[in-house]
């Protein structure tokens, strides 16, 4: 009886994390050929690499000390853009975006609405910023105004679509009660749906401005107007400090706002 | 007997001090909303924004239809894309992770230096866009898909070391504290303690950014760090809007492609 149990392999190993062996040694194969490939056809210029090291090095020895002063006018300039900018488009995003939102929850809006509103979201959200803002860029000419619809156009997306999402986990019972006391469709919105949705929407509201700021540092690049537009300006004319200067800059708003956005959040909610 | 007070009594959500209080705050805003529009405005050359959706209409016009012959220039420049995306979050994920282990409050070897040094390359590597990393890369190293692969990386390494190290400090430490009790080693303790616990999350957030890191990576051509988004700025540039059209259809089949792909991954890692 007990020679069985002595025929079993004694020591403990590890169960693999993949259990079919077919399998594990399919995926370690094609990720090895696949590695092959990539190398194979990426073409590295070592030499051009290489020479960069240095000026890496420069780069990275500019940040002691960044240069704040030379440049100073521009990048108040350019950060107030990329303020007044991230200000408007989050407001007019967000309005713009109530509406389409509330077309885009299913328990409220009726189908051909429904369909309508998801299609507006989903046109909002699959394009980048930096290509909405090269075509905003060519409608309404270089600088903040272009920079201002694709920051407010992105915004619809993301915000509609949290906000449909938000409606539709709503509970029916607290709208059905506002709706029994004879509510208006508007006023059944405002008492029965919109304190259910309200609280995690402020701090999503907070958490969009947050975002728009960080991309308005960079539709810059493409002539949108704000900070990015320094930046890249500073990296054209090789002048390192100005741009380490920039960068701290545009790391400590975003420090700034992301702290502040969360410790508002953690008030409202 | 009691009387019912003469005075007509209708219901108010607020007193009139709260109320007052919510109208000087929407005041505020309005105020602060008004000027910082007025500075935009400022800059703006209002005949162009008019002018603009003529402009559509043109634009429209010329991008129909997309020129689809096109497509054959175009395998090259999404294979490379595809790379930047998929290598740079490999290197990523390979760096986030002593970074993750550094940060997360339990498994930190110092809580005083090494903890606040991870959680700044955390910080910092978070809060500059792909697109400026691919800007310093571009001129350090050069152009080309080999800077593009380091700004993903770069950029990504904070968004998986934050997620991953509050995946760890999550974690159930009865599990821990049972590899612990058999004489497990440091190094044992980890292997068997913690990484089988954190790994589903680790799996789930590398797909998550890998799919982020595909929208990015369409773009980054537009500063010369290699992709489609060099074939984009080039037929931008020359005013090409049938060749536009087509990689702009091509991005976009691109990205369902790799949330689809994510979702389906996630689907059964989860």
Redesign the interface.
């Known amino acids: 009886m007990s020679m069985n149990v002595g025929a079993l392999p004694r020591t403990w190993r590890?169960p693999p994390?993949i259990k079919s062996a077919w399998l594990r040694w399919t995926l370690g194969v094609s990720l090895v050929v696949?590695l092959a490939l990539?190398f194979e056809?990426?073409?590295?210029?070592w030499a051009?690499?290489w020479?960069?090291?240095p000026?890496?090095a420069a780069?990275l020895a500019a940040f002691f000390p960044p240069d704040f002063v030379s440049r100073w006018q521009e990048i108040v300039e350019g950060i107030?853009?990329s303020?007044?900018?991230t200000?408007?488009s989050t407001?007019v995003g967000i309005a713009i975006s109530i509406p389409v939102g509330i077309g885009a929850a299913k328990n409220i809006a009726p189908a051909p609405v429904y369909y309508f509103c998801r299609a507006v979201l989903a046109v909002s959200r699959?394009?980048?910023e930096?290509?909405l803002a090269?075509?905003f860029v060519?409608?309404?000419?270089f600088?903040?105004?272009a920079g201002?619809v694709t920051l407010s156009f992105a915004t619809i997306g993301f915000y509609g679509k949290l906000l449909a999402e938000d409606i539709e986990d709503t509970d029916p019972a607290q709208a059905e009660a506002v709706r029994s006391s004879g509510a208006s469709w508007l006023q059944w919105l405002n008492y029965g749906v919109q304190p259910q949705v309200m609280p995690r929407m402020i701090g999503l509201g907070l958490y969009r401005f947050d975002i728009n700021f960080?991309?308005s540092?960079?539709i810059g690049?493409?002539g949108g107007?704000g900070i990015?537009a320094t930046?890249?300006t500073a990296?054209d004319r090789?002048e390192f400090s100005s741009?380490a200067a920039i960068?701290i800059v545009?790391?400590g708003i975003?420090?700034f706002c992301e702290y502040g956005s969360g410790y508002l959040r953690r008030w409202v909610q | 007997m009691a009387t019912i007070p003469a005075r007509e009594r209708t219901w108010q959500r607020r007193d009139r001090r709260a109320e007052l209080v919510v109208w000087t705050c929407w005041l505020l805003a309005a105020a602060?909303?008004i000027g910082?529009?007025q500075?935009?405005?400022d800059?703006?050359?209002w005949a162009?924004?008019w002018d603009?959706p003529q402009?559509?209409g043109d634009?429209a016009v010329r991008m129909v239809p997309p020129d689809w012959l096109y497509i054959r220039a175009l395998g090259r420049p999404i294979?490379?894309t595809i790379?930047i995306a998929?290598?740079g979050t490999l290197i990523a994920v390979l760096l986030a992770i002593p970074v993750a282990y550094c940060a997360a409050r339990n498994t930190t070897p110092s809580a005083n230096v090494v903890r606040p040094i991870a959680l700044f390359i955390i910080?910092?590597s978070r809060?500059?866009?792909a697109?400026?990393w691919a800007?310093?890369l571009v001129?350090?190293?050069?152009p080309?898909?080999?800077a593009g692969i380091f700004a993903i990386a770069l950029r990504s390494i904070g968004f998986c070391a934050k997620l991953l190290y509050e995946a760890i400090e999550e974690i159930d430490e009865s599990q821990v504290e049972a590899v612990r009790a058999t004489g497990a080693s440091g190094a044992q303790v980890t292997s068997?303690g913690i990484v089988p616990q954190v790994?589903p999350a680790f799996a789930g957030i590398s797909v998550f950014r890998w799919d982020i890191n595909i929208?990015?990576s369409?773009?980054l051509g537009?500063?010369g760090a290699g992709g489609i988004g060099l074939e984009?700025n080039a037929a931008?540039t020359q005013l090409y809007w049938t060749q536009v059209s087509l990689i702009?259809l091509v991005?976009?089949a691109t990205?369902?492609v790799s949330e689809w792909v994510s979702a389906k991954i996630r689907h059964a890692i989860i």
């Open positions: 590890k994390l696949y990539v056809t990426t073409p590295v210029n051009r690499v020479e960069g090291l000026r890496g780069f107030s853009e303020l007044w900018m200000v408007v407001v699959s394009f980048q930096i290509i090269i075509f060519k409608l309404f000419g600088g903040p105004f201002f960080r991309e540092a960079v690049i493409v107007g990015g930046l890249n990296f090789y741009a960068i545009i790391i975003v420090m | 602060v909303f910082c529009f500075m935009i405005s800059k703006t050359i162009f924004v603009a402009q559509a634009l294979w490379d790379n998929t290598i910080v910092s809060s500059i866009n697109l400026i800007l310093m001129t350090i190293i050069g080309g898909v080999f068997y790994l929208r990015e369409t773009v537009l500063v984009l931008i702009l991005i976009i990205v369902i």
